[in-house]
């Protein structure tokens, strides 16, 4: 991989406001993949390819990671991307709106990254539960969006989101079988397992 047209497209998302994943979120994404060895891995919102390209440094011998975006500019920015850094062999993109092309999905799932339209979330983590393997990992990003999420302020605008939001973190710490930690990092990170396989929680 070529890790200066990479660090070049992350300047350039920066630059232009594209919300990439957090340099601290993706601390913590290293140890938990670190230790997975993800043969697949499912992403919600490519954006331009950044965090699927960082994750696809851990992938196990002929992995792959399939995205899901649904911008039609960010998804030619994303597959120049992916040539550019070289990684097009990892990378599989399904063009467009996630909440259509995830109900048609069959694979199974070593981790799957949640990083899409926040009033979606309960959904695709019906989703995601439903492609995960055994001994996998659901990463939600921007789980405490700024705050709002734990603030009992929110604005119109935000409303719908943070009812969203909040209904995922219900449903990942009261669901018997699952186990969740939420970091403070980035604009929040709820990682979830199966409550027999929360060996990845421990140092995550
Ligand atoms: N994961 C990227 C950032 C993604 S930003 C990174 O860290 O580098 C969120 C992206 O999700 C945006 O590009 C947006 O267009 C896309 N998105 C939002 N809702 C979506 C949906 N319902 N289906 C597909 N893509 C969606
Ligand atoms: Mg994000």
């Known amino acids: 991989m070529n890790k200066q047209e990479l660090e070049k497209i992350k300047q ?34 490519t954006a331009v390819g950044y965090s699927a ?3 696809s440094e851990y ?8 995205t899901i975006e649904r911008d039609e500019e960010r998804i030619s920015e994303a597959k120049e991307n992916i040539k550019k850094v070289g990684v097009s062999e990892k990378i599989n993109i399904y063009e467009g709106d996630a909440v259509e092309i995830l109900p048609t999905l069959n694979d199974k799932y070593d981790m799957i990254f949640i990083d899409a339209a926040k009033g979606k979330y309960p959904f695709f983590l019906k ?16 789980i405490l969006y700024k705050g709002y ?12 989101a ?11 710490t009261n669901n018997p079988i699952l186990e969740t930690k939420i970091l403070e990092v980035g604009d929040g990170l709820a990682i979830t397992t199966k409550k027999k396989n929360n060996k990845l929680l421990k140092n995550a």
């Open 12 to 45: 350039k998302a920066l630059k232009e406001h594209i919300p990439i994943i957090m340099d601290d979120t993706l601390e913590r994404v290293d140890k938990i993949l670190t230790k997975l060895k993800p043969k697949k891995i499912l992403e919600i919102g």
């Open 53 to 55: 390209m960082c994750f």
């Open 59 to 66: 992938l196990s011998q002929g992995g792959k990671i399939d």
């Open 127 to 142: 989703e995601a539960l439903r492609m995960l393997n055994e001994n996998g990992v659901i990463l939600a990003d921007n």
């Open 149 to 160: 999420v734990m603030s009992d302020y929110n604005k119109h605008k935000q409303r719908t």
């Open 162 to 172: 943070v009812r969203n939001l909040r209904e995922y973190i219900s449903e990942v």
